[in-house]
């Protein structure tokens, strides 16, 4: 399971059923659950750890020391769930003591080709990024977000679940979920409703969302009286997390 020409630290901890590569280097303080496939040419680097059936491509990086000129060698982490995909040439950094100490990664998720996860981001579940997505350190998203390529978000944002960028946005403020965004720089145009109807929301919940959206976008109203006219109006959990995902903005949201 593990190729001759491979290079596997004697303090790696691999389950028994996963395959490595040739050529890749796993290094000390390493840990990758069962039934997981490390590729050709992948570089691995602890403190790790990677949860079961994991798939990592040729060439990628995971786990390396951030680029934070503040870095000093700290044994900071990295953690991903089960099920991740990471495409070939894809990097993934550990996080700094100066924020989490950890970059910390849900489940489910797809890191298409030579994507970036910078130090101390936050990645939910079942996330999609497309080809040469970039996430600056501190980054947020939430669950099921989807990045189209090229896509680059700015440190400390948030990007909320189900919400989606198209290809080549540059995203320097915060993203509320459910939204769908495009631009240089990034401008929200519209509630994702084909995303939304995918994953099984109901009809009322996308309805009640729509006037969320309107109320927030398309009346004129501050942030704060368009949070308070929608908690007024609504009690679903999908507006409540609509209002949540602006509520926890720290650097103005997207209009």
Same mark, same amino acid.
């Given at each position: 399971?593990?190729?001759? #020409? !491979?290079?596997?630290?004697?303090?790696?901890?691999?389950?028994?059923?996963?395959?490595?590569?040739?050529?890749?280097? /796993?290094? !000390? $303080?390493?840990?990758?659950?069962?039934?997981?496939?490390?590729?050709?040419?992948?570089?691995?680097?602890?403190?790790?750890?990677?949860? @079961?059936?994991?798939?990592?491509?040729?060439?990628?990086?995971?786990?390396?020391?951030?680029? $934070?000129?503040?870095?000093?060698?700290?044994?900071?982490?990295?953690?991903?769930? *089960? *099920?991740?995909?990471?495409?070939?040439?894809?990097?993934?950094?550990?996080?700094?003591?100066?924020?989490?100490?950890?970059?910390? /990664?849900?489940?489910?998720?797809?890191?298409?080709?030579?994507?970036?996860?910078?130090? $101390?981001?936050?990645?939910?579940? $079942?996330?999609?990024?497309?080809?040469?997505?970039?996430?600056?350190?501190?980054?947020?998203?939430?669950?099921?977000?989807?990045?189209?390529?090229?896509?680059?978000?700015?440190?400390?944002?948030?990007?909320?679940?189900?919400?989606?960028?198209?290809?080549?946005?540059?995203?320097?403020? *915060?993203?509320?979920?459910?939204?769908?965004?495009?631009?240089?720089?990034?401008?929200?145009?519209?509630?994702?409703?084909?995303?939304?109807?995918?994953?099984?929301?109901?009809?009322?919940?996308?309805?009640?969302?729509?006037?969320?959206?309107?109320?927030?976008?398309?009346?004129?109203?501050?942030?704060?009286? @368009?949070?308070?006219?929608?908690?007024?109006?609504?009690?679903?959990?999908? #507006?409540?997390?609509?209002?949540?995902?602006? *509520?926890?903005?720290?650097?103005?949201?997207?209009?």
């Amino acid at each position: 399971m593990i190729h001759s #020409t !491979a290079i596997v630290d004697p303090g790696a901890r691999l389950a028994e059923n996963v395959e490595v590569g040739p050529y890749s280097v /796993i290094g !000390a $303080d390493v840990e990758i659950g069962p039934g997981s496939r490390i590729g050709p040419h992948v570089v691995i680097k602890g403190p790790t750890v990677l949860g @079961a059936r994991t798939r990592i491509f040729q060439f990628a990086s995971v786990g390396e020391d951030c680029q $934070d000129k503040k870095y000093a060698g700290e044994p900071t982490r990295l953690v991903m769930g *089960d *099920d991740n995909v990471v495409r070939e040439g894809a990097t993934l950094h550990r996080g700094t003591v100066q924020d989490r100490g950890e970059t910390t /990664i849900g489940s489910r998720n797809l890191f298409m080709a030579y994507v970036h996860v910078g130090h $101390d981001c936050v990645i939910g579940n $079942d996330c999609i990024l497309a080809n040469q997505v970039t996430l600056a350190g501190h980054v947020t998203l939430g669950d099921f977000a989807i990045l189209g390529g090229l896509s680059a978000i700015h440190q400390f944002c948030y990007f909320g679940a189900h919400a989606m960028a198209g290809g080549g946005s540059i995203i320097t403020k *915060d993203t509320p979920a459910f939204v769908m965004i495009n631009g240089n720089p990034a401008r929200v145009h519209g509630l994702n409703s084909v995303g939304l109807k995918r994953r099984g929301f109901s009809p009322e919940a996308i309805k009640a969302l729509n006037e969320c959206y309107r109320l927030v976008y398309r009346q004129q109203l501050t942030v704060a009286q @368009a949070l308070e006219e929608i908690r007024s109006r609504f009690t679903l959990p999908e #507006t409540e997390a609509f209002a949540a995902s602006i *509520d926890v903005s720290t650097r103005g949201i997207i209009r």
